[in-house]
């Protein structure tokens, strides 16, 4: 890939645990944002992006994986499919246990998920702060026992311990790659930039022939809200004349609400949430050329 500087490294994490273990804590360490936030909800269809590192030479893009525990009820069998397959496809796995506990049924239940998955498997063992290092050492042993981890990296999330190690061990299991994310608008808010994308690209498949590639799409608002369970998305569409901008909204508004419907359906498929989505036209002429204002636009070149 041309595209990618000699040496920059790309690739997919999944971090998988049973609740409480401190997969979020970790990931907001990491991430340096309260970044979990709108994914929390678990979500069925694809794979979502819950944060992306970018380093000098580094973009570690962390994928959720809904459903690798105990299914309680039907919905389970297909959401472990969905997460296995996930296991699949990602570079490196992290396994996150807690290091105040002991192997138990729900450690057991995901490691018999791996036998069938060749993915690197790093076993991360958290919150070392709150015990003893003899504990420690008799936790991994038994680890060991029940399967052959590429990496056991201890850790402690909440106070950073050792976790600069564990991104440099990710680092060494991940392939040669392109930076897939701009590094200063996805760190903060993976979901932002997607959403525009995904609204960017029905407006543009819509419109197809009669506006090219001058088309942006701002993220104005997104915001959940909880008492109904609803994102709301507010955004812009910016096109450079008046011209594009009668295309884009179309005859009645036809069009734009084509884009609307179109967008929303895979924003909820994202978010794993119903959404509302407004969506506004503007003309702002020559935007191309404008460069400060693209990267607010998160646009890449
Ligand atoms: P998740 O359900 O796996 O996402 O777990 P969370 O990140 O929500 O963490 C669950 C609880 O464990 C929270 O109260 C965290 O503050 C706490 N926690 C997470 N990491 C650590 C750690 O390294 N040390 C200690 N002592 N507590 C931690
Ligand atoms: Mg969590
Ligand atoms: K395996």
């Not at 976790?163 to 996805?186: M, R, S």
Request: aromatic share 8%; hydrophobic share 35%; net charge neutral.
């Amino acid at each position: 890939n041309e595209t990618t500087p000699k040496g920059h490294k790309s690739g997919f994490i999944s971090i998988i645990g049973r609740p409480n273990v401190g997969k979020s804590t970790f990931l907001n360490r990491v991430i340096g944002q309260k970044i979990a936030i709108m994914s929390d909800k678990p979500q069925t269809t694809r794979n979502k992006v819950q944060g992306v590192l970018t380093t000098d030479d580094t973009q570690f893009i962390f994928i959720d994986t809904p459903g690798i525990h105990k299914p309680k009820h039907k919905l389970g069998d297909f959401m472990m499919k969905v997460a296995q397959n996930t296991l699949k496809e990602v570079d490196v796995i992290l396994f996150m246990v807690n290091a105040q506990e002991g192997f138990g049924r729900g450690e057991e239940f995901i490691i018999e998920k791996f036998q069938s998955v060749r993915t690197p498997i790093f076993l991360v063992i958290n919150k070392i702060d709150q015990v003893h290092p003899d504990e420690l050492l008799k936790l991994i042993e038994s680890y060991k026992e029940k399967y052959e981890f590429s990496e056991i990296i201890p850790i402690s999330a909440l106070e950073g311990n050792n976790v600069e190690t564990l991104l440099g061990q990710i680092k060494e299991y991940i392939p040669e790659g392109p930076q897939f994310y701009p590094a200063d608008q996805v760190t903060d808010h993976p979901e932002r930039f997607i959403v525009s994308e995904l609204i960017r690209e029905k407006a543009l498949h819509l419109t197809r022939e009669e506006i090219p590639h001058s088309l942006a799409v701002i993220i104005d608002k997104m915001e959940r809200r909880e008492e109904k369970d609803v994102v709301h998305v507010m955004a812009t569409i910016i096109v450079e004349r008046d011209s594009q901008k009668g295309i884009v909204i179309g005859k009645q508004g036809k069009m734009l609400k084509e884009v609307g419907k179109r967008a929303r359906v895979d924003i909820e498929n994202l978010l794993g949430s119903k959404v509302y989505l407004e969506l506004w036209v503007k003309v702002q002429k020559d935007w191309r050329n404008k460069m400060s204002q693209l990267r607010d636009f998160g646009f890449r070149e």
